[in-house]
């Protein structure tokens, strides 16, 4: 049997306009899909371990070792201070040197030794960081999560006359130390990144009426001046008790303050160098966090730096981008 003309006609236009229909549906598809962006791991969110006071999420590659200095000099201004101390370079009231190492990708240990601001001194500090979450370029992952612990044992001599001192340790347990952080940061993009760092600090003994176990949030920021330099800054809040601190500023004349920093942030090549302007004296957490005493107000802040050598002993060299 014949297929009359006109049902054969529109045969002919329906399959035409279906395989035009599909064309288009198939151009746009793979337009769609060489537009759709990938998942990679935003990287170099910070470009050290440390902004000025506080730790970034950022761990070291596998098999690579960060060797960093921090100094801090004595306060600019102030009693103390002036041009009879030379602004602070007189003095120094803490260094540090410190090694870290990665043993993988996100996981990366560390060693330190610092001479510590307060009574409590000769610190030494291991440590360990690792990457929970990565922040993802295409915002699936909004931003990443790093875990960092420590632990400080101080190895000055014990004070036996005063047994309310920071140090008339009765034992070896006596004498340590903790610290644990966990680190949210984001990249917002080539010239801005922030975290938020919620922290524990727990020491074995304090001086009398001086906190066990203290919470504190941190703050901090890099904003990208040109391409090889930065600038940072960060900011702890201490949660202290008040009862405590009462009886500290009116019995033992000594009042507390939240450290800041502010700094300037210059790469060049294998190093990062870090001068920076902070209330904090010490430079480990666990003692700057609960035991700042010193004011931006009254002028006694202080310059520092930190400078950071990276050495690597993988066979391919990483970089950062």
Known sequence: MKIPTLLFKKSILSILLFSS???????????????????????ATFKSTRLI???????????????KVDHRFGDIAGSNGGIRQFFGLDNSTDVRIGFEYGLSDRLSIGLARSKGATAVQQLYEGSIKFRLLEQSSDDRIPFALTLFGSNTITAVKANTEDPASATAYENFQDRMNYVSQLIIA???????????????????????????????????????????????????????????????????????????????????????????????????????????????????????????RRFSFNKEKHEKS
Not at 53 to 67: Q, R
Request: glycine letters at 6%.
């Open 21 to 43: 229909l599909s064309a288009m549906a198939q151009e746009d598809l793979e337009k769609s899909l060489q537009m759709s962006p990938t998942r990679d791991k935003v990287s």
């Open 186 to 308: 984001r990249k917002f993009n080539s010239s801005f990144s922030f975290l938020i760092s919620p922290t524990y600090v727990h020491r074995n003994f304090t001086a009398f009426r001086d906190q066990n176990s203290m919470f504190a949030v941190a703050a901090g920021g890099r904003a990208k001046l040109s391409k090889r330099m930065a600038l940072v800054v960060d900011y702890f809040l201490p949660f202290r008790n008040k009862a405590d601190r009462d009886y500290l500023e009116q019995v033992g004349n000594t009042k507390f303050y939240n450290p800041l920093g502010l700094g300037l942030e210059m790469e060049t090549g294998g190093h990062v160098f870090h001068l920076n302007f902070t209330n904090a004296t010490a430079i480990q957490e666990m003692q700057f966090i609960p035991q700042t005493t010193s004011s931006w107000l009254k002028g006694q802040y202080r310059w520092g730096f930190s400078i950071s």
């Open 53 to 67: 006071n506080g730790h970034t999420n950022e761990t070291i590659h596998k098999n690579e070792l960060d060797f």
